[in-house]
């Protein structure tokens, strides 16, 4: 029984990594690494971290966030991300939307243990 | 720490310079500014990554198995790219790479490429259709048969009313153009990744 709620926790994990990315967004801007990390914290090593890059690709093509390149005196130039309001908006909706089902879902879980 | 071709470990340069490598070919079909931007924020994400590690070949195995294989993430990206810049040119040049790159991205890209080739097939025999018909006008466009059946092609014997005359040719070719149009603006607007607002805006309350 635990392998298959294990088997479940990961695919809920992979599943919310577009919510999970715009949540580690919606902490401040980010550049690709940063985010790899916080989202290491939030979600666990669900999925390669290479992975986020088509992600903020999307991101960034549907005006949820904006990106600029910050050249650094040594290393490679690093491209920052940030939320724009319409990333901030649909953030937003999608932590009500989360609060509710986790409500719901939360209730019917508790009503079937009694 | 600067760029990691001039990174003093030579087993570190060795890993790097074969991850990418990967990426360079994931990442050919792209314009060339628009791969460098991508391949620099992944050299970026390495130097980091193997830099918090601790520097040295174990830390950049880890840190490159963690960033995951450039063959299996970039396609997607790229495939992306191609079809917004397809959406933005509209050259068939561009649509035709981006229909092969987003065939090769996956199953959904290959449905996709499908889908969206099947309509351009549609859009060139309309067009085809329109030109022939310039150049010879019996037998080709769009008749009323004598068993009342639509006819829209090519035969030198068809029996039947000729019912756009050689209207057929400029409306054919306009309905190929619109047609090949509004797929390439659909198509470029496509994100291999369902896109959040609309996927928020269809689920229920």
Known sequence: MDETV????????????????????????????????????????????GTLYPLLNSFERDGLTVAEWLIQESGPARKAYRLTQKG??????????????????????????? | MSRWTEIPDPDVR??????????DRALASLPRVEADEVKTELEAHAMEAIS?????????????????????????LVADRLRARAGRTFSPADVTLALVRSGASGMAGLALSVLVGLGYAVATLCI????VKLFAPAGVGAYRLESGALFIGVDENVQGVDLLGIWFSPL??????????????AFGRFSGRKRVPRGLSRMED
């Open chain 2, 128 to 131: 085809t259709l329109g030109i």
């Open chain 2, 52 to 76: 918090e590690a601790g520097g040295g070949a174990d830390a950049a195995r880890h840190a490159l198995a963690q960033l995951g294989d450039p063959e299996q993430f970039l396609p997607a």
């Open chain 2, 172 to 185: 054919s070719i306009a309905a190929g153009v619109a047609l090949y149009v509004l797929l390439t603006w």
């Open chain 1, 6 to 49: 294990q088997d479940w926790e990961r695919r809920w994990r992979k599943s919310v990594l577009p919510f999970a990315a715009l949540a580690a967004l919606g902490q401040g801007p980010k550049h690709g690494y940063g985010l790899a990390v916080a989202l290491r914290d939030l979600l666990g090593a669900a999925a390669p971290e």
């Open chain 1, 88 to 114: 901030s908006d649909v953030l937003q909706e999608a932590t009500r939307r989360w609060s509710a089902f986790n409500n719901i879902l939360g209730g019917h879980a508790n009503v079937s243990l009694d």
């Open chain 2, 14 to 23: 060795s890993l790097l310079a074969g991850y990418f490598g990967k990426v």
